[in-house]
């Protein structure tokens, strides 16, 4: 469309989120809470713990508190949304796609996430196909739904999320 502002960022009427209430949410619908730690199977038995919290180690069987992941949740989602907004200038950034790019980065580590093609675009102000690159390369096939090289549809699903939330644009207070 011609006069479209869709590929490009959309201006940030006010500051984005750091860990508000739809990035614990979209946390909590792609890793459950796990108050006890366990060997994730997905990730070669890396002990996991809360919302897919690996780091600081804890060891497998140890028990957590309810408040306590609660507060380990928001902590991630806070950090994990400074790392992006360290490889993503946040002019090129509405909190939909920033909330994305987080929950991204979540999953599939900051260094992973901030070197993506998909954060690539999106400094390059290419809106659109960053969102898209969350879920597909540029030949269509599924990126970032791969645990030791076999295709995980649960983390195609994911991403495709992912992308459809970035794809949204925020709409300003």
């Not at 580590?109 to 540029?138: D, I």
Request: with cysteine; hydrophobic share 40%.
């Amino acid at each position: 469309m011609a006069g479209s502002n869709f590929g490009t960022a959309a201006k940030i009427a006010a500051p984005l989120v750091l860990g508000g209430a739809a990035i614990l949410a979209g946390m909590h619908r792609w890793e459950s809470q796990e108050l006890t730690v366990y060997a994730d199977q997905l990730a070669g038995g890396l002990p996991t713990y809360c919302s897919g919290r690996t780091q600081p180690p804890r060891p497998v069987g140890e028990r957590l508190t309810q408040a306590r992941c609660d507060a380990i949740d928001a902590q991630t989602a806070t950090e994990y949304g400074r790392a992006v907004l360290a490889c993503i200038p946040a002019d090129k950034l509405d909190q939909n796609s920033f909330d994305a790019f987080t929950l991204f980065a979540i999953n599939v580590g900051k260094s992973a996430a901030c070197g993506s093609r998909a954060a690539q675009l999106m400094r390059a102000g290419n809106r659109e196909a960053a969102c898209k690159a969350l879920a597909r390369g540029p030949d269509g096939r599924p990126v970032w739904s791969y645990a030791s090289g076999v295709f995980v549809r649960g983390l195609q699903s994911r991403r495709q999320y992912e992308a459809n939330w970035c794809l949204t644009l925020a709409e300003a207070p």
